[in-house]
């Protein structure tokens, strides 16, 4: 919990740094997203804004990249990162990126697991020398979001890399810009890889329980 708080805080330090990076394009973050989707030959997929700060994210059952206001209209080297970031995901859909593909079918199990596990978890733990074959149910929905949450890594390393390669490419950013942008996706990156961490390490404790019961 300690290392997640710090490399959160570490992110809205970074964003907040490189919010004050005006990109020398003078592109803002929409325009940003629909000149990348357009130069993938994706035309079904529409930007559009949402509250909040990095809320920012690709919806593949509407197809819609989601921009938090303070990316949309932004015209800066965080949006710049942000915006191609979520493209990046609009890619990975339309090319059938395996690791999305692998995340996308795990989504109704997931979701599934995440509403009942924790009362499972709960009871199996009273109820682990009488019933325990209620926590082993708890553990198993538990580990189906741990293993989500590592499928998500490469999903996001992958995004990352695409949206650099692109902005490099096609001159959206000065050297100094990218590695801004470079930086800012890199603190993102390590958000999801502390929670993955955390997952792990939750399913292995409640694991050691079911284990140790006796």
């Not at 710090?6 to 990076?21: D, E, M, P």
């Not at 395996?98 to 709960?122: C, E, F, H, I």
Request: hydrophobic share 50%.
């Amino acid at each position: 919990m300690l290392v997640s708080m710090l490399v959160g805080n570490r992110l809205k330090s970074k964003f907040k740094k490189y919010s004050q990076t005006p990109l020398r394009a003078n592109l803002s973050g929409k325009e940003i997203a629909e000149r990348m989707l357009a130069d993938h030959g994706i035309t079904d997929v529409k930007v559009i804004s949402t509250r909040g700060q990095l809320t920012d994210h690709y919806n593949p059952a509407n197809k819609t990249v989601n921009l938090s206001e303070v990316v949309y209209g932004a015209r800066n080297a965080a949006a710049a990162a942000v915006a191609s970031h979520e493209c990046g995901h609009a890619v990975q859909h339309a090319t059938a990126y395996a690791w999305l593909t692998m995340r996308s079918k795990l989504v109704p199990v997931v979701s599934v697991s995440s509403r009942w596990m924790q009362w499972l978890l709960l009871a199996g733990i009273i109820m682990v020398n009488t019933f325990p074959q209620l926590l082993l149910f708890g553990i198993l929905m538990f580990a189906t979001t741990t293993l989500f949450s590592f499928i998500t890594l490469p999903v996001e390393y992958d995004a990352s890399n695409r949206a650099l390669a692109w902005i490099d490419e096609k001159g959206i950013v000065t050297s100094q810009e990218h590695a801004a942008a470079k930086d800012a996706l890199k603190w993102a990156a390590r958000t999801y890889v502390v929670a993955a961490i955390g997952s792990l390490a939750t399913l292995l404790y409640y694991l050691s329980i079911f284990l140790n019961r006796r």
